[in-house]
């Protein structure tokens, strides 16, 4: 591998909620890193927002990873039922929106006349 291949691409994990609820799962990310010699900073853990729906059970575990320097993404929001609270609560620092979801409240969504069209469109 190029030497300074590691030094700039984030590897991308998606795991299920129950994977991050796991007895010990901070200790196994913390022991993978170390054993692959990846920065926790390059690394960005992909949960679905289905994880988001118990917050309480995993908001420390988030809190500790992401105290590490590891990055969280909601991979597919738009496909269940969680608030955008939970956005502010937790340590998520990329949301990737389901294209049936944006689609779908494109083509819902209607404001009124005075106020001129919604316009949603991708950060970057």
Known sequence: ????????????VNLSALQLREPGFPDEVFRSLEESGL??????????ESAL???HEIYHIMETLHSA???F???????????????KRMPIGQLKIDREFILHCMKTITMPRSHGPLLIWPTT
Do not use: N, V
């Open 1 to 12: 591998m190029h030497a300074g291949l590691m030094d700039s691409r984030t590897i991308a």
């Open 39 to 48: 920065a926790a900073t390059l690394l960005d853990l992909e949960i679905t």
């Open 53 to 55: 729906m118990e917050p």
């Open 69 to 71: 320097g590891i990055k």
């Open 73 to 87: 993404s909601i991979d597919d929001f738009g496909t269940g039922y969680s608030s955008l609270l939970y956005l």
